[in-house]
Every structure is written in structure tokens, then in C-alpha cells.
């Protein structure tokens, strides 16, 4: 690994760490020389994420908290200070969402979504840029957003709205934060491997329980990404490292995709002859779910 992607000495903060993304993210940072705060509400992830981060030779501090409630992510800012002393990276991973027609949510599913996916973003930046800022070393926050925050999201509407603002949110950060070399940028992922989106939504985290794709859920993918498969979280994680490491040290603002291609196709699917079509329609039926971390 090149010097400047070693992230040695440096606290980071990863809500939502106990699997997919938020897991992957703990670990490469982990393997990079961090120490990783790993904030989970699912105790048996907890646990499996913060030996995973010893065991690539860093400190982890387990947090168990629930990302809705903004008391509980500003006490697992709280401890974070208080073990290590310093805070130089926040991750904003925690999130998650139920898909249905906006007519038909409740007012009170509306506030689980804007306090899962936006309020607990909030909440971590408004309690862990101070400790940034007293510790006079710049510092990167990475926010998890989505390819949902750029375009329409039928069955998503209010998750779609909330990733919208954590894109806008990062980029006037970007410009408040510049002065104390704090940088705010965002990766947009798409079709990710995840427990959650595999059904495994709690407890710990077995890919043996997941269902097994048909040759023609595979070939769908094939025709809706452009590099013709679904992304790993780990993917995710690598751009989440680069944003926050050196090699990154001239940008903010960003929203950087992670998503095969999606957002750049934008309506061209492959065809059977495996040349691009405008607005065909898939032969099959892909699922879009995304579970809370």
C-alpha cells in the first residue's frame, strides 16, 4: 500500500459498521493504520466488525447505538474523544430504507427515514468537527449516499430525498469547513452486495443464507450495469480510503459514484445482440431493496 494512502495514528468514526459497506469501510481504514470507532446497533455485528479491525492491527472502540436517535450518536462522538483523544475521519454509512409509495407512508415512517439517513449525519458533524477543528490537523468526513440522491427513486421517495440532502449538506461543508482543511465529499454507491439487501438484516452476517441468483437474474444484471455485475462492498471501501487519505488531499465536494457505470448509462441497457438500447425494457425483474445497515 503507498505511503499516502496510510492512514497511521488517525481516529476514525464509521457509523453503521457492523455489515456491507460500514463493515468494508472499519476494515480498509483499519488496514491502513487507523483506529476505527465502530458505531452498530446489532450487538453480534458489533462484535464481528470491531475483531475484524484488531485483527488488521488497529484499536477499535465497539460503540453499540442506535443512528436515529441523535443522543446516542453525539455520546459515541463522546467516547471516541475520550479513548483516543482526537477524531480525523468520520464516515456517515448508517441508513437504510423500506420501499413503498410515498401516498401510502405514515408521517411517523417520514421521520424514521429523514433520522436514520439525514439527522444522524447532522448530528455526527455538528458534535465531531469540533474535535477536529481543536486538533488543528484538517480532517475528511465521507458521507454515504446513493445514486438515488441524483435522480427520480419511485418506492424511495423520501430515502431519495434524504440522500439528495446529505449531497447538498457535504458540499456547502466543503466550503465551511475549507478554512480548518476539513474536507467533506461523498461516495454514491448502486447495486451493492450486502447482507441487507440479501435479506440478512440482523444478527450475524451469512452469506450461506443468501439466495442464490438464476442465469437469468444474472444476465439482468448484465444488461442494467455497465460493467455487467453488481459492485462489493469492499469497492465501496476502497473509494472511501482514497477520500480520506492523502492521496485525496486537494478535494472536497465531491460525489464520487460507485456504481459499475449506472448513473453514467442513465436509461442505456445492453440488448440481446449486446450492443446499447435507450429505455428498453429488462426482460426480468430486479429487485431494489436496501436494508439498514
Known amino acids: 500500500m503507498t505511503e499516502r494512502l496510510r492512514l497511521d495514528g488517525q481516529t476514525a468514526i464509521v457509523s453503521g459498521a457492523g455489515a456491507g459497506i460500514g463493515r ?7 488496514e491502513a493504520g487507523a483506529n476505527v470507532v465502530i458505531g452498530e446497533i446489532d ?8 475483531s475484524r479491525v484488531r485483527e488488521a492491527g488497529a484499536r477499535a472502540l465497539p460503540y453499540r447505538m442506535d443512528a436515529m436517535d441523535g443522543e446516542q450518536v453525539r455520546a459515541m462522538v463522546s467516547a471516541a474523544d475520550e479513548a483516543f483523544g482526537r477524531i480525523d475521519i468520520l464516515v456517515n454509512n448508517a441508513g437504510g430504507v423500506s420501499g413503498r409509495p410515498f401516498l401510502e407512508q405514515s408521517p411517523r415512517s417520514w421521520q424514521r427515514h429523514i433520522d436514520l439517513n439525514l439527522m444522524s449525519m447532522l448530528h455526527a458533524y455538528h458534535s465531531a468537527v469540533p474535535i477536529m477543528i481543536r486538533g488543528a490537523r484538517g480532517g475528511s468526513v465521507v458521507n454515504v449516499a446513493s445514486i438515488e440522491a441524483s435522480r427520480a427513486a419511485p418506492m424511495f421517495s423520501v430515502y431519495a430525498a434524504c440522500k439528495a440532502g446529505m449531497v447538498s449538506f457535504t ?16 461516495i454514491a454507491p448502486d447495486h ?10 440482523s444478527g450475524p452476517v451469512d452469506p450461506a443464507s443468501w439466495p442464490k441468483r438464476t442465469l437469468e437474474e444474472e444476465r439482468a444484471w448484465e444488461q442494467l450495469i455497465p460493467l ?3 459492485g462489493i462492498d469492499m469497492e465501496c471501501a476502497d473509494a472511501a480510503l482514497f477520500l480520506c487519505s492523502e492521496m485525496a488531499s486537494y478535494i472536497t465536494g465531491v460525489v464520487l459514484p460507485v456504481d459499475g457505470g449506472t448513473w453514467a448509462s442513465s436509461g442505456w441497457v445492453r440488448n440481446a445482440e449486446g450492443g446499447w438500447t435507450l429505455n ?12 439498514r445497515s
Not at 468494508?24 to 483499519?30: H, M, Q, S, V
Not at 450487538?43 to 466488525?49: F, G, M, V
Request: charged share 25%; glycine share 8%; aromatic share 2%.
Open 280 to 291: 428498453q425494457s429488462l426482460r426480468f425483474s430486479m429487485p431494489r431493496v436496501v436494508a
Open 192 to 201: 451493492t452486495t450486502t447482507p441487507g439487501n440479501n435479506g440478512n438484516r
Open 24 to 30: 468494508a469501510i472499519a476494515i480498509r481504514l483499519a
Open 228 to 230: 455487467g455485475r453488481e
Open 171 to 186: 458540499r456547502t461543508m466543503a466550503l465551511e469547513l475549507a478554512e480548518h482543511g476539513i474536507r467533506s465529499n461523498v
Open 43 to 50: 450487538p453480534d455485528r458489533l462484535e464481528e466488525a470491531a
